[in-house]
């Protein structure tokens, strides 16, 4: 089956300028995941839809991230405005509502690298 | 959500066995274990899951003492491209989507 994909796979903005990353999930996975991955640290939970709904974005900077996912499948995450720690891999993840004994945990894209300078 | 504990880094050479082990001692009873692996430049790949005792597949296998208070995942042979950051992480399991929360992991680097 096809993977998880992203893109751009790389950007460079300037600070304060704004930038999307778009996320194409795996066909019927329901759960869509985007992630921070800051150089040297562990990737960190955004966002978290389920179909068009939001389940969890308690750790989402609202004021200058946001991110939607219409018609539950495609999802495009976006800063406005960026600042220089933001330069990190953003990942996005799927996961089927239900695998049964067959799960394989969450599918993760390649993500987009972003440099704020 | 319960927390891991794995160490920041390890070193092996080709060949050997290499067991990582994750502390967990506030384990939920329907938490499962999971390991991902990732290479630079790449988003994190699932390895395996369990819940108790011993599971095993083509690519490594997972130890779950009694208590589930740690794990250890278990590389038999490794080689220079199993050099990667593992991570070790706890969910719901197979029937549950609730997000999976990474710590820093174990960055493994296997010499020649």
């Known amino acids: 089956e096809a993977g998880v994909a992203q893109s751009p796979r790389y950007k460079i903005i300037e600070k304060r300028q704004s930038v999307a990353f778009w996320c194409n999930p795996i066909?019927?996975?329901?759960?869509l995941y985007w992630y921070q991955q800051i150089l040297g640290q562990g990737p960190k939970l955004l966002i978290q839809?389920?179909?068009?709904?939001?389940?969890?974005d308690s750790q989402l900077p609202k004021d200058r991230f946001s991110a939607e996912r219409l018609k539950g499948v495609d999802s495009t995450l976006k800063i406005q405005p960026a600042k220089l720690e933001d330069s990190a891999v953003y990942l996005c993840?799927?996961?089927?509502?239900?695998?049964?004994?067959?799960?394989?945990?969450?599918?993760f894209g390649s993500g987009t690298r972003l440099t704020v300078v | 959500l319960a927390k891991t504990t794995q160490p920041i880094s390890m070193d092996s050479y080709e060949g050997q066995e290499v067991n990582i082990t994750c502390s967990h001692n506030n384990i939920a009873t329907n938490d499962y274990i999971t390991w991902y692996q990732q290479f630079p430049s790449q988003g994190p790949r699932f390895i395996i899951q369990g819940y108790k005792t011993k599971v095993t597949n083509e690519v490594a296998s997972l130890f779950i003492p009694a208590d589930r208070k740690s794990s250890t995942l278990s590389l038999p042979r490794v080689s220079l491209s199993d050099t990667a950051v593992y991570y070790c992480l706890l969910n719901g399991g197979p029937y549950n989507n609730n997000d999976m929360r990474f710590g820093a992991g174990t960055r493994l680097t296997v010499k020649p």
């Open positions: 839809f389920q179909n068009n709904g939001v389940v969890d």
């Open positions: 066909s019927g996975h329901a759960t």
């Open positions: 993840a799927s996961s089927p509502r239900r695998q049964g004994a067959r799960f394989g945990g969450y599918t």
